[in-house]
């Protein structure tokens, strides 16, 4: 059973840079049949997709973001990463990072996700 | 890129069946056959339930259903069990350079 997990801090300051990884196992993140992105939903708000990254490298970012945020893979460590910059008080969400297949648009395996507050 | 519009909460009594309205536009749900429905208990990894509009993945109840009507998505569940109570969401690739919207989401609360 696919299995994801985010980490990082819970806590960035405003200016910073949030950082998270999501460690992916019972499978391998090098199958070309799927995507694996970044949504996030703030406080009392909907679903938001951030960005879409390919086992080679492609990336594929909400305009709305773009400039702020790099999706990375490592393929050796099995696992993606969001680097989201100049972060302010609307960036406070949950983070989630999940698969999207590549040929009905689903997000089929999800994390559980993980709270993010932008704070002094 | 808007989100698309659930209603944010339905109810129903254990064995009736309540559906969940998603509402987009030409450009996403209504230009789009990448319609998908996911369940989410608070504090888990959301479940997908339904994609390419009505199709059940492996493992996901008969009891859920989909379909879509012009710019409307629709999630059916009948046989309400108290264990459906959660929130459910709707998601749809869009032809905007977006690629992806979610609904708001609805909360399902079993009576």
């Known amino acids: 059973q696919l299995q994801l997990q985010e980490s990082g801090p819970g806590l960035v300051k405003p200016s910073e840079t949030l950082s998270l990884t999501c460690s992916v196992s019972?499978?391998?993140?090098?199958?070309?049949?799927?995507?694996w992105g970044w949504i996030r939903q703030p406080p009392e708000k909907g679903l938001e997709w951030i960005g879409s990254?390919?086992?080679?490298?492609?990336?594929y970012y909400n305009p709305s973001l773009k400039g702020r945020v790099t999706i990375s893979v490592d393929t050796s460590k099995n696992e993606f990463s969001l680097k989201l910059s100049s972060e302010t008080a609307a960036d406070t969400a949950v983070y989630y990072c999940?698969?999207?297949?590549?040929?009905?648009?689903?997000?089929?395996?999800w994390g559980q996700g993980a709270l993010v507050t932008v704070s002094p | 890129q808007s989100a698309l519009t659930q209603p944010a909460s339905v109810s129903g009594s254990p064995g009736q069946s309540i559906t969940i309205s998603c509402s987009g536009s030409?450009?996403?749900?209504?230009?789009?056959?990448?319609v998908s429905w996911y369940q989410h208990h608070p504090g888990k990894a959301p479940k997908v339930l339904i994609y390419?509009?009505?199709n059940r993945p492996s493992g996901v109840s008969n009891r859920f259903s989909g379909s879509k009507s012009g710019n409307t998505a629709s999630l059916t569940i009948s046989g309400l069990q108290a264990e459906d109570e959660a929130d459910y969401f709707c998601s749809s690739y869009t032809s905007s350079t977006v690629y992806y919207v979610f609904g708001t989401g609805t909360k399902v609360t079993v009576l």
């Open positions: 990254i390919f086992h080679r490298g492609d990336t």
């Open positions: 030409n450009s996403d749900i209504g230009g789009s056959t990448f």
């Open positions: 019972g499978g391998s993140i090098g199958t070309s049949s799927y995507y």
């Open positions: 390419d509009v009505s």
């Open positions: 999940a698969r999207n297949h590549a040929y009905t648009s689903t997000w089929d395996y």
